[in-house]
């Protein structure tokens, strides 16, 4: 009796459990679900990422020998960063080699290879070598070398090119001084050349960083007159590749540790036409609103601005992941860079997210101070700009250096980095969310 007993009181209890579940199940719970808490790792499964190949082409026109005239931070600058890229974790697993695949060549009417020593490359980068390696020194066709580096460019590989990127149209266009057409049919050859390779690798993308050296040599202008100069001049580190081989690279090696001068600017130019994930933050707001139970991550309900000290301000936070985007931070945290389709709101501020436990890399702040807060919809976008140091550093003339700007300065820069970006039309603009406002 007692045993019947026991058992009868267990199915009691499984009786009464059973129904305070039915009756928690029954009730509201949170209305508001806690989207910023939902994501603890979603990382796809996706298959490893080979190991680059690491190709290292540097021009070695008669332009270039003033940066390799005794010790210059030029040296200093490629000889610390490649040493730094052929020791990073890169994701070489071959276990009879702790370097990575570096191939080192020079380049201007043809590739020169110069085999994958780091030490006696940098300490044979002297103007009597260069000349003696061969090529045409005399003249940059730009747009031809850089079709010969995306030509020799393998899907894993990463692709380093080093010059002072001057266009050099020649004398054969003093007599008729239309070296403004030579820069024209240029960023037209350098925009096709790219394109052609994003037909293959739709991911293919290029940072340029922009360097300052000790210069002691001869500067060559648009027509090939030399003029002997010993200043400080601007050269040029591009890295090309996939944007998954570059994101790693970057996070392998930081360009912030180049000795020398230092990164001076940089420039990315990469697709962003992607789809990314975001959602509204319903906890990180400035007035009130619901969210929407069927569309939780995209619309709300009922947004009412705050009144405080008779301010009228509603302002609702956006979760972006940004993870797969190239761009670098600066540029990512520029409301400026950013547009609404809404007049009534703007960005007001970017957050870098140091949750790394959340979804999202980013938080983007909507603010607006209208009185009321019309029904309609808000989409936000990240638009693809080149930074405003390329039209400043153009020299748009080419001829003789005078003063201090002109040192600074690159003829044909703008032209030069503009026929990549054109190659990327259609890519600059991404549209990561529309919200409903009901």
């Known amino acids: 009796m007692q045993r019947d007993s026991f058992v009868d009181k267990i199915k009691l209890i499984k009786k009464f459990l059973a129904i305070g579940i039915i009756l928690c199940s029954g009730c509201g719970g949170p209305t508001q679900p806690i989207v910023e808490s939902q994501h603890i790792n979603q990382q796809k499964n996706k298959e490893a990422l080979p190991a680059p ?50 191939e080192l060549n020079y380049i201007n009417s043809e590739i020169i290879n110069q085999g994958d020593d780091i030490e006696k490359f940098i300490k044979n980068l002297e103007p009597n070598v260069f000349k003696q390696r061969g090529g045409n020194r005399g003249s940059s066709d730009i747009s031809e070398i850089l079709s010969k580096v995306l030509s020799n460019h393998s899907k894993d590989d990463i692709s380093i090119f080093i010059s002072d ?38 991911d293919y993308s290029v940072i340029i960083m922009r360097f300052m050296s000790s210069f002691d040599g001869f500067y060559f202008n648009k027509y090939d007159d030399r003029q002997k100069i010993k200043e400080n001049r601007p050269f040029y580190i591009w890295l090309m590749g996939d944007v998954s081989q570059l994101q790693r690279l970057m996070k392998a090696v930081d360009v912030n540790e180049i000795k020398g001068s230092g990164v001076q600017n940089m420039c990315v130019i990469t697709n962003i036409n992607k789809t990314y994930n975001c959602s509204i933050l319903p906890l990180e707001k400035i007035g009130n609103f619901d969210l929407d139970k069927q569309n939780p991550q995209t619309t709300i309900v009922g947004a009412q601005p705050d009144s405080k000290n008779g301010n009228k301000l509603f302002e609702l936070t956006v979760g972006v992941d940004l993870s797969s985007c190239l761009i670098n931070e600066d540029y990512l ?105 009901k």
């Open 53 to 102: 190949n690491i190709k290292v082409y540097m021009e070695n026109s008669g332009s270039m020998d003033g940066y390799v005239t005794g010790a210059t931070e030029f040296e200093y600058a490629v000889y610390s960063y490649l040493s730094d890229i052929e020791l990073a974790d890169l994701g070489r697993n071959d276990s009879s080699s702790h370097k990575n695949n570096i």
């Open 165 to 202: 990127c001057i266009f050099s149209p020649g004398r054969q266009y003093k007599a008729q001084d239309n070296a403004d057409e030579y820069l024209v049919n240029q960023q037209i050859g350098i925009r096709n050349c790219f394109r052609q390779k994003l037909l293959e690798s739709p």
């Open 333 to 437: 945290l520029n409301p400026a860079h950013y547009e609404l389709s809404n007049a009534a709101f703007h960005v007001s501020k970017i957050i870098n997210n140091s949750n790394r436990q959340s979804a999202y890399t980013h938080k983007v702040k909507l603010t607006s101070e209208d009185p009321i807060i019309s029904r309609g919809s808000i989409t936000l976008s990240l638009t693809e700009k080149l930074p405003d140091w390329i039209e400043e550093l153009t020299d748009e003339e080419g001829e003789s250096l005078v003063d201090q700007k002109d040192f600074a300065n690159t003829y044909g820069l703008k032209y030069l980095i503009g026929g990549v970006f054109d190659a990327y039309k259609g890519s600059y603009t991404a549209k990561l969310i529309t919200i409903n406002l």
